[in-house]
């Protein structure tokens, strides 16, 4: 059973920074790619960043891509978001995803970790 274990969440205020990690119990099977995605009450989940286990190819949604990072760690299996400049809008569940390709739409996601709170307070 494939566990997607995530942390680093909490509260922060506006332009502060927080780092998410998201440990796998085990390399996901046929899923090369890892990623973040987050959710407010009453949106749709949305995708923010991913990463192949290599590390060479990287992904980010437009509104986070010059304050987030998204690293890899291959011998914790583990894959880390560096939030940076972090802004009220930031604030939703974030939610560790594994899948197929670098896009990690919603439908080709195989395994959803717990998700982890995020807030920033203005």
């Known amino acids: 059973q494939v566990q997607l274990v995530e942390s680093g969440g909490g509260l922060v205020q506006a332009g502060g920074s927080l780092r998410l990690s998201c440990a796998a119990s085990?390399?996901?099977?046929?899923?090369?790619?890892m990623g973040w995605f987050r959710q407010t009450p009453g949106k749709a989940r949305e995708f923010v960043a991913a990463?192949?286990?290599?590390?060479?190819?990287?992904r980010y949604t437009d509104s986070v891509k010059s304050r987030f990072s998204i690293s890899s760690d291959n011998t914790k299996s583990t894959v880390y978001l560096q939030m940076n400049s972090l802004k009220p809008e930031d604030t939703a569940v974030y939610y560790c995803?594994?899948?197929?390709?670098?896009?990690?739409?919603?439908?080709?996601?195989?395994?959803w970790g717990q998700g982890t709170q995020v807030t920033v307070s203005s």
């Open positions: 995803a594994a899948g197929y390709t670098i896009r990690l739409d919603i439908g080709e996601i195989v395994y």
């Open positions: 990463i192949g286990w290599s590390g060479a190819v990287t």
């Open positions: 085990v390399r996901t099977p046929g899923t090369n790619y």
